[in-house]
C-alpha cells in the first residue's frame, strides 16, 4: 500500500511563490515516476508535471513551463513542486501521484492566488 500526504498550499498574492511537498510511504518510492495534478472549481483534473525515477526526466504542462519545477529526494521519499511568478489561474487542489501500479493519490493540497 501507498499513501501519499501533501503539504505546503495556501493563499498567495499573484507573482508570489510556493512550494508544495509531498511525502510517500512505501519501499519502492525509487522506483516509479512521480506526478503532480491540479484540479481547478469545474474543471477536470489535469497534469502538472512528471518526474521519471531517479529523477532524469521532468515534463510540464505549457501552461506552467519556466515557472513550476518538480523535484524528487529518493532518500527522503518525497517530491516538490516548486511554483513561482503565479497567477490567478493557478489556484486549484494540487494532488501528488505515484505511477506505481495502477497509481496513488494524496488527498490534495489548496493553492489560491489571490490579490
Known amino acids: 500500500q501507498v499513501q501519499l500526504v501533501e503539504s505546503g498550499g495556501g493563499l498567495v498574492q499573484p507573482g508570489g511563490s510556493l512550494r508544495l511537498s509531498c511525502a510517500v510511504s512505501?519501499?519502492?518510492?525509487?522506483?516509479?515516476?512521480m506526478g503532480w495534478h491540479r484540479q481547478a472549481p469545474g474543471k477536470q483534473r489535469e497534469l502538472v508535471a512528471t518526474?521519471?525515477?531517479?529523477?532524469?526526466?521532468?515534463n510540464y504542462a505549457d501552461s506552467v513551463k519556466g515557472r513550476f519545477t518538480i523535484s524528487r529526494d529518493d532518500a527522503k521519499n518525497m517530491v516538490y513542486l516548486q511554483m513561482n511568478s503565479l497567477k490567478p489561474e493557478d489556484t486549484a487542489v494540487y494532488y501528488c501521484k505515484s505511477y506505481q501500479g495502477s497509481g496513488y493519490w494524496g488527498q490534495g493540497t489548496q493553492v489560491t492566488v489571490s490579490s
Open positions: 512505501g519501499r519502492f518510492f525509487k522506483n516509479y515516476a
Open positions: 518526474i521519471s525515477s531517479g529523477g532524469v526526466v521532468t
